[in-house]
Every structure is written in structure tokens, then in C-alpha cells.
């Protein structure tokens, strides 16, 4: 596959009670994705598009044709991590997690000096897992 960013295809989430996925908790990311490239929605979904110019709904076709993939195979204790559009991996967890985690707009501190990131931690500026 392509890393491209233009694809002359429509997409159009599924519509019903029939499922496509193996769950509804993967189902309903997956069709809230899908309709937000529907064209009677998005800005450019053949750009994937969906708002202000810019906003994507996946970095390119090939991370999302990876997290559809991702989100239709899931099993009841995985959860699928997505970064920035792009998915990262899907991760053994249980079945009281999320199936889901999305982190966009984060801070990559590639050059502020090492005494920057420290100042923003008691200013609340931190990110913990559980």
C-alpha cells in the first residue's frame, strides 16, 4: 500500500444492527471513523479531511486502512493504541480496559533544555499511565 494522502473512494460507515467488528465497544469507534469521512460530512475525505483544512482523520490511507483492520479484529481483552493518526499497536490487556486510546497533539520536547520539562510538571503538565 501507499502512504498516500488522496484516495478516490467514499467511505461510508455501516448502517443497522449488524456488525462488522467483533464487538459494539470496537464497532462504534470504528463506524464514528468511518463517518466522519462520509462525504455528506467531511471537509476532503478523499484527503482524509475531516475539518479546518487540516484536521485528518488518520495520517494517511495506510494507517487507516491499519486501524480499520486493527478495530474490526480486536478481541474483548486488546485495546488499540493510536498516536497522531497513526496506529501504534494492539496491546494484550482485559476486558474491563479501553478498546481504545487515542493520544493526539502532544508535546514533543525535541529542544527546550532539560530544566524546561521539569519547571511544567507542578504546573500540572504531565501525562501518567495506569
Not at 467488528?21 to 468511518?34: D, G, H, N
Request: glycine share 6%.
Amino acid at each position: 500500500m501507499s502512504q498516500s494522502k488522496y484516495r478516490q473512494l467514499d467511505v461510508r460507515a455501516p448502517r443497522g444492527t449488524t456488525l462488522t467488528a467483533k464487538s459494539w465497544l470496537t464497532e462504534a469507534p470504528l463506524r464514528m471513523l468511518m463517518n466522519n469521512l462520509d462525504p455528506d460530512v467531511a471537509e476532503n475525505p478523499h484527503e482524509l479531511v475531516v475539518y479546518g483544512g487540516i484536521g485528518r482523520a488518520a495520517r494517511n490511507w495506510e494507517c487507516y486502512d491499519a486501524i480499520v483492520k486493527a478495530l474490526k479484529n480486536l478481541e474483548s481483552d486488546e485495546t488499540l493504541l493510536v498516536q497522531s493518526g497513526k496506529p501504534v499497536g494492539v496491546f494484550k490487556t482485559h476486558e474491563n480496559s479501553p478498546r481504545v486510546l487515542i493520544a493526539n497533539s502532544n508535546l514533543v520536547p525535541h529542544w527546550p533544555p532539560g530544566n524546561t520539562l521539569t519547571s511544567w510538571m507542578p504546573k500540572g503538565w504531565r501525562c501518567t499511565a495506569r
